[in-house]
């Protein structure tokens, strides 16, 4: 029988990477695997537990409720929102959000905020400020063409943005040598 299994913290490529072999180790059949969910066919009772037990090693949590999965499945359509650049929406965040979610804005955003003590609008900010310090690492853009590529008005928005959020300027955070990142699956 095959199950579904929603998975917290898989939020890239490597994390698809991980998974698939720690599944593949323990002999289970893998269906289907993307950002956030796993589907596989469970031959034993012990199918659940030991995938379980190896996603926890490796940093990841199987969400069992329905507004945990919720939650994550934002993150990731907000991270899957990052990957192509130049980035744009038609609409307003909230009208995307909604559109793939299928439920109104203000429940989504309710049920995002009491699981994660932040608001989808911070948290989004937040991703694309760690895209932008992955941008100035790559040193292909300046700051003005990240500003675009990232959707802001202009590259004084973004600076003061970037300045409030990590306490550096952008030019102090480019010529940071320890260049401080956050993993995605740890912003908050």
């Known amino acids: 029988m095959d199950k579904k299994l929603f998975v917290k913290n898989m939020v890239c490529s490597r994390c698809i990477k991980v998974i698939r072999s720690e599944i593949e ?6 269906k289907n695997i993307e950002l956030g969910t796993i589907t596989y066919t469970e031959s034993s009772n012990d199918d659940f537990v030991n995938i379980q037990s190896a996603l926890e090693l490796n940093g990841f949590e199987i969400l069992l409720g329905q507004e945990q999965r919720l939650v994550e499945q ?6 899957k929102l990052l990957q192509t650049l130049p980035f744009h929406l038609e609409h307003t965040l909230s009208k995307y959000l909604e559109g793939l979610m299928g439920l109104e804005y203000s429940k989504i955003s309710k049920i995002f905020s009491v699981n994660e003590n932040v608001t989808i ?4 900010i937040k991703l694309k400020l760690e895209k932008v310090k992955e941008l100035v690492q790559l040193q292909e853009y300046n700051f003005t063409e990240i500003s675009q590529l990232l959707d802001y008005s202009n590259v004084n928005h973004l600076s003061r943005l970037f300045k409030k ?7 102090e ?16």
């Open 74 to 79: 934002i993150k990731i359509e907000l991270i």
């Open 25 to 30: 180790k323990l002999d289970i059949t893998l």
């Open 165 to 171: 959020e990590t306490g550096m300027s952008l030019t």
């Open 121 to 124: 609008e911070k948290y989004f």
């Open 173 to 188: 955070y480019k010529n940071n040598q320890l260049n401080r990142r956050n993993t995605l699956d740890g912003i908050t």
